[in-house]
Nanobody, 125 residues
Framework: QVQLVESGGGSVQAGGSLTLSCTFS????????MGWFRQAPGKEREGVSA????????NYADSVKGRFTISRDNAKNTVYLQMNSLKPEDTAMYYC??????????????????WGQGTQVTVSS
């Protein structure tokens, strides 16, 4: 069974940076696509970014392009989300997700079969 554990959340001022990490265990990490989602209070969970098993295919939501960078280290079973130029509207619970081959449905939460518990990111103005 896949287990995902996020870390790295916190509180920062607008314009600041954070790096989220998600550690994967239970199955073979480098056969899974990985994704990051976020959910603000009263809003639906939205796809932020996703990366295929090798790192050769990456997707971003328009709202984070140019500010966020996803990466993975298959030797460490870890996926990262580097977040720069943070804005108050980035405030949300951030979730890591895992599933099979990356597809065009990556931004849809139902695509992903495995989820972490989330880590809170709060950006103050």
């Amino acid at each position: 069974q896949v287990q995902l554990v996020e870390s790295g959340g916190g509180s920062v001022q607008a314009g600041g940076s954070l790096t989220l990490s998600c550690t994967f265990s239970g199955l073979t990490f480098d056969t899974y696509a990985m994704g990051w989602f976020r959910q603000a209070p009263g809003k639906e969970r939205e796809g932020v970014s996703a990366i295929n098993w090798s790192g050769s295919s990456i997707n971003y939501a328009d709202s984070v392009k140019g500010r966020f960078t996803i990466s993975r280290d298959n030797a460490k079973n870890t996926v990262y989300l580097q977040m720069n130029s943070l804005k108050p509207e980035d405030t949300a619970m951030y979730y890591c997700a895992a599933d099979g081959p990356l597809t065009t449905e990556w931004a849809t939460s139902t695509f992903w079969g495995y989820w972490g518990q989330g880590t809170q990111v709060t950006v103050s103005s």
